[in-house]
């Protein structure tokens, strides 16, 4: 039934995306509220597979490497729900669904297995530090698709080449305001994550060395593009630079953590 339930989801991700597509192949109006109804109906059937795990598995469910990237998905698609129905527009679903997509199918087929056995308060304590650690790295996650795009259609502006991207992609300054909400998230969402993670380590003396590398790289790329657009006043072609290369980064340092991590049960 979990299994079933994420690729339902999946289905309706990459259907969403598709569906989005549509305004490159024809002159038609941006399909908001079809690409809104299956990004509803994937989450639904996501948060189902995932409510199964947790009552199946108790409050340690998200502790495994699968349960937390089929989490991610989940937090991902529900941000990027938000987002399209905020600025009517859908072409950020063209990337960020297929990641959502991408990141759910992986979770899968890595299992469905909690790192931990239901530990009472522990496991809650650790399931709030990852809810939140994720729902800072998808607020992440989304700024830098907004950045990336905003960096497209600048370019395509600039050479008055005014083709599918122009006509298709939001307009700069709803872009830039993505971006710049969604960096305010992504740094609020991974301080307090990092905050419950670090009183969790100090009181069962549980430190991972490369959880907090990782973690701490996160929080100082989406905290240097968050203070930097609120302190420095960076203006949006910085700022879409910034979270584009600074994500990218903590993706990167990711990959190096997992190819030689030990802990092959949990998300690092």
Do not use: C
């Not at 941000?79 to 679903?93: D, W």
């Not at 909690?114 to 809810?131: D, K, N, Y």
């Not at 650690?133 to 395509?156: N, P, Q």
Request: glycine content about 8%; aromatic content about 8%; charged content about 10%.
């Amino acid at each position: 039934m979990i299994a079933i339930a994420h690729f339902i989801a999946v289905s309706f991700y990459l259907g969403a995306a598709a569906v989005a597509a549509l305004p490159f192949a024809r002159r038609v109006k941006a399909p908001v509220v079809p690409v809104v109804i299956l990004l509803l109906l994937g989450v639904g059937a996501h948060a189902t597979a995932l409510a199964g795990l947790t009552k199946q598995a108790g409050a340690a469910s998200l502790t495994g490497l699968g349960p937390a990237l089929s989490f991610a998905g989940l937090v991902l698609a529900l941000s990027l729900v938000i987002v399209e129905v905020l600025a009517r527009e859908v072409s950020l679903t063209l990337v960020a669904a297929p990641l959502a997509a991408l990141v759910t199918m992986a979770g899968n087929l890595t299992g469905m297995h909690p790192f931990l056995e239901p530990q009472g308060a522990r496991a809650v304590w650790l399931t709030m530090h990852i809810v939140l650690s994720f729902i800072g790295i998808a607020a992440y996650a989304t700024a830098a698709a907004a950045g990336a795009m905003y960096l497209v259609a600048r370019r395509e502006l600039k050479s008055a080449h005014f083709g599918a991207i122009f006509r298709f992609f939001p307009p700069l300054d709803t872009l830039d305001r993505v971006n710049h909400v969604a960096s305010i998230a992504g740094f609020l969402g991974l301080t307090l994550g990092l905050a419950l993670a670090a009183a969790y380590s100090i009181q069962y003396r549980a430190l991972v060395l490369p959880q907090i590398i990782w973690g701490l790289g996160a929080w100082a790329g989406v905290s240097a593009l968050a203070l930097g657009r609120i302190l420095r006043g960076w203006q949006a072609r910085r700022a879409a630079i910034m979270s584009a290369v600074t994500f990218a980064s903590v993706i990167a340092l990711y990959v190096v953590f997992r190819m030689v991590s030990l802990n092959r049960g949990q998300f690092l």
